[in-house]
């Protein structure tokens, strides 16, 4: 008997080794008339028109033959199991075929297996099977970033709900910072697409119907830096300083904390649902401002936790709801954990494909909550194609981890970092993924998955749809990159280019070449979703532009070398200025594709932010142009700046956490005419001229999940005749690779230049004194620093000196 492919696999099934032919004459018959298994019955109707071209229409009476029942039966009293809350029996005869199930839950879920049996059909032909299906996790849910770029017009929502539910998905979680249009503050959102009441009153009734529960994230303490920097909300947050960017309300601010729960009332009157999710993590700046003295006083685990238990308590007494918190918070200050109350639900996220005992489970489980959720990541963030290597890793070993500890459920999370540049319609194969790693027994293999997923989501059962999808998702593998977005969005330079990063870039549109091949072969096969490749394609399209872009600039600093592109014969003139404009036209049909594709489904605002980091290449690209035809292009020197650090066994690959401080001192015999200093670090450095602070830079762009370009600042008027002092503070935050950086150029009245970069001169210590920034390192502690190397060395070949 052939597979049938099924998302997500059922739990016990029995093959009859018959076959029923459909045909017109079969009815539909419901038992019981209620309006959620007439709404089951019509989408199985529409089922059979998409799949087979006919009317299936709902029977008065129960026909003797070719009927296909929906009906009622007892509870099984399956003990554990959730057999009863949302388990179904489906039964495929020659004659007859019967969905049973003791929920309305369960009889929706059988209809959607026999939806994606039709979906498996010879012509109208399939197969007979018994089937009893029941999940392993009562929740599955997903959360969808609707405030960092794209806002789905409300048609989208429907059809991202109506999927989610095809793939038996029973939680939505839209991520909302300042996104929904509030009446009691109606500036919050303005002009930024925010979900209007009657909007989210058209999503959450198109999802009651696919037994989807709508539970917006609705960030109550951090990432509010937008809500709080409007000028009536700026009183409410954790830092107060004009001079500052706010991030957090206060938790210790009895006006902040009735703002919120005003607009936590407004929300949850427009949302019925037995949760509300306050969000909650990432509030790193708890502490710095109004709540320092309480945090002193008492730590900054238990100022979180006092916080969210009162929100707790608002929420289950004023709201009858249950809170869902994320526990990053609660887990990097363990002291809050006593004081937490238990009653809320704990929500977990952990994002790494290497995690696969989750520790934090059972600390939170050792610390009495009961009620934990999982969240793995589908990798959709900072890129314009989610890394689903990463993600399908990431979800097969948390969501057995949740299986395993007996969880609530689990939600898989989308993110829209760096102006959610990833069409949605690119997160559901991730979802349905998550869908039958949450319902299954096991995590399914990720190739067999793809072949299930084309079969069912486009309608393509064959090999060239799957392969399209592994060559598009599964780059990690070779590129040895998490993220498109850093690639694709380095700012455009006529350098030479890491060899090795151009030999995985010409594996990257190898590969994205037979992904447009195939799509190109099978996308008039596709019955279903078929708009979609149009979305496919210009992914694989961005990746060979970036591999075709840097190939290019690398070929064109060769020829230049240190000369001027006037320089070189008329003819490789003439080449490069071909090339340059075939990249840029390859780029603006890029953008055109990327704007039509965006609106087809979503609200403008954000996407002027993605067309404008566009643009922004495209000028360059424009700018290389117009030099080339004056003769005036240039390619960038090969960086003679070093690299260095504190001494340990391999920087490069594995550093300390910890933080180092660096000096050098210079004597000057003059004055400076003209001097400039120039950084970048992994992960943070503070530079400091003659005890002058003239740098502070940070690797990584947490808003933007991009690395910082290198800072230049002008200091003729710090350095001095005579001694003068470099002081670098070195943070390695994260533990993993660190290195700094550092060139100064020091220019004299004469013209005569000083460059100064990492040399035997430099000494580190943990533990610099009080007057570390002005003077020589001395003692015991002192040692010569590390050096590196120079120039563009792993893992920092992309930083954009």
């Not at 008492?298 to 709201?319: C, M, P, T």
Request: a neutral charge.
């Amino acid at each position: 008997m052939r597979e049938l492919k099924l998302i997500p696999k059922p739990r016990e099934y029995q093959f009859l080794k018959k076959e029923v032919r459909l045909s017109s004459d079969w009815k539909i018959y419901l038992a019981t008339q209620t309006d959620e298994d007439m709404f089951a019955a019509e989408l199985l109707a529409m089922e059979a028109r998409g799949c087979f071209g006919w009317d299936m229409s709902v029977a008065s009476s129960e026909p003797e033959k070719n009927a296909i029942v929906i009906r009622s039966c007892a509870p099984q009293g399956g003990g554990d199991n959730l057999f009863d809350a949302q388990g179904y029996f489906l039964s495929v005869e020659p004659e007859r075929i019967i969905i049973e199930a003791p929920s309305a839950a369960g009889k929706f879920y059988g209809v959607q297996t026999l939806r994606q049996i039709f979906r498996n059909a010879v012509g109208s032909t399939i197969p007979c099977i018994k089937i009893k299906d029941w999940p392993e996790l009562a929740w599955r849910g997903v959360s969808d970033d609707i405030s960092r770029g794209q806002v789905s017009m409300v048609d989208d929502f429907k059809s991202i709900i109506r999927d989610l539910a095809f793939y038996k998905k029973n939680l939505y979680l839209p991520y909302i910072e300042d996104m929904f249009a509030f009446d009691i503050h109606p500036m919050i959102g303005r002009n930024r697409g925010a979900i209007s009441k009657k909007e989210m009153a058209e999503i959450v009734a198109e999802a009651k119907k696919h037994h989807v529960v709508i539970t917006p994230v609705f960030e109550s303490l951090g990432h509010q830096d937008r809500m709080l920097s409007l000028p009536e909300n700026r009183k409410y947050a954790e830092i107060l300083n004009p001079a500052e960017a706010p991030w957090s309300f206060s938790p210790v601010n009895k006006e902040a904390y009735k703002f919120v729960t005003g607009l936590i009332s407004e929300m949850a009157a427009a949302v019925p649902s037995p949760f509300f999710h306050i969000g909650g993590d990432e509030s790193f700046d708890v502490g710095k401002g109004t709540s320092a003295g309480r945090v002193k006083k008492i730590g900054v685990g238990r100022v979180h936790a006092e916080y969210f238990s009162r929100l707790n308590d608002f929420i289950e007494q004023k709201l009858n709801r249950r809170m869902l918190v994320y526990a990053d918070m609660v887990l990097n200050h363990p002291e809050a954990l006593e004081a937490m109350p238990k009653s809320c639900i704990m929500v977990d996220w952990q994002y790494f494909q290497t995690n696969t005992d989750f520790p934090s489970i059972k600390v939170l489980k050792d610390a009495g909550f009961k009620n934990i959720m999982a969240s793995p990541g589908i990798w959709s963030w900072a890129t314009y194609y989610p890394n689903c290597s990463a993600a399908f890793t990431n979800i097969a070993n948390f969501s057995a981890m949740a299986k395993k500890e007996k969880l609530m459920g689990s939600i898989a999370s989308s993110w829209g970092d760096g102006g959610s540049e990833n069409l949605r319609e690119n997160n559901m194969l991730a979802y349905a993924y998550s869908a039958a790693a949450e319902w299954e027994e096991e995590a399914p293999d990720a190739d067999r998955f793809l072949h299930r997923f084309a079969s069912l989501h486009l309608g393509d059962d064959s090999d060239a749809a799957a392969a399209a999808l592994k060559n598009l998702g599964w780059f990690e593998e070779y590129l040895n990159e998490t993220y498109f977005g850093r690639l694709f969005h380095r700012t455009p330079r006529i350098r030479i280019q890491d060899a090795g990063w151009l030999e995985r870039a010409e594996q990257l549109k190898e590969k994205m070449r037979e992904a447009l091949t195939h799509l190109e072969k099978r996308r008039s096969a596709f019955r279903f979703n078929g708009d979609w490749a149009d979305v496919l394609e210009h992914v694989a399209r961005r990746s060979i532009y970036l591999a075709d872009r840097d190939r290019l600039l690398d070929w064109i600093a060769r020829q230049i070398g240190d000369r001027k592109s006037g320089d070189l014969s008329q003819g490789i003139q003439n080449e490069i200025i071909k090339e340059l404009e075939g990249l840029r036209d390859e780029l603006s049909s890029l953008m055109g594709d990327f704007q039509r594709l965006w609106l087809r489904r979503n609200k403008y605002p954000k996407l002027d932010y993605n067309m404008q980091r566009l643009g922004n290449q495209l000028g360059a690209l424009q700018s290389f142009i117009a030099s080339a035809k004056a003769g005036q292009l240039t390619a960038r020197k090969p960086v003679s700046a070093v690299w260095f650090w504190s001494p340990e066994p391999n920087p490069q690959e594995q550093a300390a956490a910890a933080t180092h401080y660096f000096m050098r001192m210079v004597n000057l015999d003059k004055t400076p005419k003209e001097a400039f200093v120039k950084c970048w670090a992994d992960d943070k450095a503070t530079v400091y001229i003659n005890g002058q602070k003239v740098i502070e830079i940070s690797a990584y762009n947490p808003i933007l999940m991009d690395f910082n370009r290198p800072q230049t600042v002008r200091v003729k008027d710090i350095f001095r005749k005579g001694k003068n002092y470099i002081a670098i503070k070195g943070e390695n935050e994260s533990g993993g690779p660190a290195g700094i950086l550092f060139e100064a150029a020091i220019i004299d009245a004469d013209g005569k230049s000083l460059i100064l970069t990492g040399d035997e001169e430099w000494q580190t210590t943990q533990e610099p004194g009080d007057k570390w920034k002005t003077r020589a390192m001395k003692g015991s502690g002192a040692q010569n620093v590390m050096l590196l190397g120079t120039g563009f060395i792993k893992p920092w070949s992309y930083v954009d000196w």
